[in-house]
């Protein structure tokens, strides 16, 4: 019989294999840039999905005397696309990171009375480290993480964010695999970016995807109407199927999980002399279902 999780050395197994998983999707974008760009941002590869959504929200937090890219995107584009769609859309005006929480927590509401799918995006300025507001207050990418998260598990992961922000390819920075996805599936620059650069790559993304709803096509547009490949797009499925490659090639060996593990076992199993405990957590270890923890928490993370 398999040891409960929570209770003893199968709990420490399960958060090694956590740890590791976590470490791998914070341990920078180059891996996993490196992979999406070889593998997935091919001219073949295919984006088959079928998404709910009913509106475009466009947040837009820029400096003075910036062009207002995001007032441009959306009544320029997108607000007569979805009245064409029959979808709603919407532009948000937002000077401090106070403003900011409230209109999530507005969307919030909206989402939790059943009246809203949206799709988010973002018009600011960017950095590694998340987006700069026009008060010059920054939201980290972990902080608006968990404020997409909020929203995602209540639409069970539905939500697209676009951002046009210098590097807003690092939104993956707020991804912990061991929680609900902050959002199904993000599209960011890898680099800085002209502002009109990034006005006529959107235009370019949201005119085909809100005339077509065609993923796919809507990220080639987005890539290579300039011959510029810039942009990132990253989902679960996708997150998921290369961190388990790099766990198949570099998760440790059995012997080296015991002795990163053995000095934790008196504390769970203090009833146990010291070669109980050990023979315990080499058991654990045995029974250890890689593959089943792969799925678990797959599916956890996707709220499947």
């Given at each position: 019989?398999?040891?409960?999780?929570?209770?003893?050395?199968?709990?420490?197994?399960?958060?090694?294999?956590?740890?590791?998983?976590?470490?791998?999707?914070?341990?920078?974008?180059?891996?996993?840039?490196?992979?999406?760009?070889?593998?997935?941002?091919?001219?073949?590869?295919?984006?088959?999905?079928?998404?709910?959504?009913?509106?475009?929200?466009?947040?837009?937090?820029?400096?003075?005397?910036?062009?207002?890219?995001?007032?441009?995107?959306?009544?320029?584009?997108?607000?007569?696309?979805?009245?064409?769609?029959?979808?709603?859309?919407?532009?948000?005006?937002?000077?401090?990171?106070?403003?900011?929480?409230?209109?999530?927590?507005?969307?919030?509401?909206?989402?939790?009375?059943?009246?809203?799918?949206?799709?988010?995006?973002?018009?600011?300025?960017?950095?590694?480290?998340?987006?700069?507001?026009?008060?010059?207050?920054?939201?980290?990418?972990?902080?608006?993480?968990?404020?997409?998260?909020?929203?995602?598990?209540?639409?069970?992961?539905?939500l697209i964010v676009s951002l046009a922000t210098c590097k807003g390819a690092y939104f993956y920075k707020c991804i912990e695999i061991s929680r609900p996805a902050p959002f199904w599936g993000y599209i960011g620059p890898k680099e800085d970016s002209n502002q009109y650069e990034l006005l006529e790559d959107y235009t370019n993304f949201y005119t085909v995807y809100l005339d077509t709803e065609q993923l796919q096509d809507a990220i080639i547009a987005l890539n290579v109407a300039r011959g510029t490949n810039d942009y990132v797009f990253i989902n679960g499925d996708i997150i998921f199927e290369i961190l388990f490659e790099f766990m198949d090639k570099n998760y440790p060996s059995k012997i080296i999980r015991f002795h990163r593990l053995k000095h934790q076992t008196k504390a769970i199993n203090p009833n146990m002399n010291r070669r109980q405990r050990r023979g315990k957590l080499m058991q654990n270890i045995e029974e250890h279902d890689p593959w089943e923890f792969k799925r678990r928490i797959k599916n956890q993370y996707l709220m499947k």
């Open positions: 019989m398999k040891t409960p999780l929570g209770h003893t050395e199968g709990y420490m197994e399960e958060s090694l294999s956590v740890a590791f998983a976590t470490r791998f999707c914070g341990g920078g974008l180059s891996y996993m840039a490196l992979i999406l760009n070889k593998k997935y941002m091919e001219d073949e590869c295919s984006f088959s999905y079928e998404l709910l959504y009913n509106a475009v929200f466009v947040i837009e937090s820029l400096r003075p005397g910036d062009k207002k890219t995001g007032t441009d995107l959306h009544n320029d584009v997108i607000r007569w696309k979805c009245i064409k769609n029959g979808t709603q859309s919407q532009l948000f005006t937002v000077e401090t990171k106070a403003k900011l929480f409230s209109l999530f927590q507005e969307i919030r509401q909206l989402v939790t009375k059943g009246v809203l799918i949206p799709i988010l995006h973002f018009e600011m300025h960017g950095s590694e480290r998340g987006m700069q507001l026009t008060s010059n207050e920054v939201v980290t990418w972990e902080e608006l993480g968990e404020l997409c998260r909020n929203i995602n598990m209540l639409i069970k992961n539905q």
